[in-house]
């Protein structure tokens, strides 16, 4: 398999911190394309294989921005079984509801974008519901939870101009921790 050609935005680039504008339908050919590449690259960065043979930081989720567009789509792949993907196309997501409870991940965040070890938690919600458009404009409605209810969330942060860095208070980066469950 070969690496698609996606270049990441480093964390210093500022227009990880502007919002992305919503779409409209149809999706133009280069979109399709680089949902395509986005879902591909994911996918071999999760496979040890490719990950050793293009030196790749393990991702789950890509969001437009960080390629450089300022489009409201993101993609997340999540491995449910060795090297068996599902893969998720969101196109002008919106949280439609989610539950009271938070959660963060115990060994902490990460983020393509974010090329440094980061100290702290992000409080997310364990369940959340999520309205989008699939790839042919279709709105659907998807319940995500744990992992991927806070994949779908730092996706849509990115979506907002919000890096997971910056939900982490620097004073007490641990803040609230025990008001939240770990996953």
Request: charged share 35%; aromatic share 8%.
């Amino acid at each position: 398999m070969k690496l698609p050609e996606i270049k990441i935005l480093d964390e210093k680039d500022k227009r990880l911190h502007e919002p992305s504008q919503e779409i409209s339908f149809p999706l133009k050919k280069e979109d399709k394309k680089n949902i395509k590449d986005m879902l591909l690259y994911l996918k071999m960065s999760q496979i040890d294989e490719y990950r050793e043979q293009y030196n790749l930081r393990a991702g789950m989720g890509l969001s437009y921005i960080q390629i450089g567009i300022p489009k409201r789509i993101f993609v997340v792949v999540d491995e449910v079984e060795e090297n068996v993907f599902e893969d998720y196309v969101l196109i002008n997501p919106k949280i439609i509801s989610n539950s009271e409870e938070l959660i963060y991940v115990g060994e902490g965040e990460g983020c393509l974008s974010i090329n440094r070890e980061v100290e702290g938690i992000v409080p997310r919600y364990a369940r959340i519901t999520v309205e989008a458009y699939d790839v042919e404009g279709n709105l659907f409605t998807i319940r995500v939870r744990e992992e991927l209810a806070v994949a779908f969330q730092h996706e849509i942060d990115h979506l907002n101009g919000i890096l997971f860095v910056d939900k982490i208070d620097s004073q007490n980066p641990y803040k609230n921790a025990d008001k939240m469950r770990e996953i």
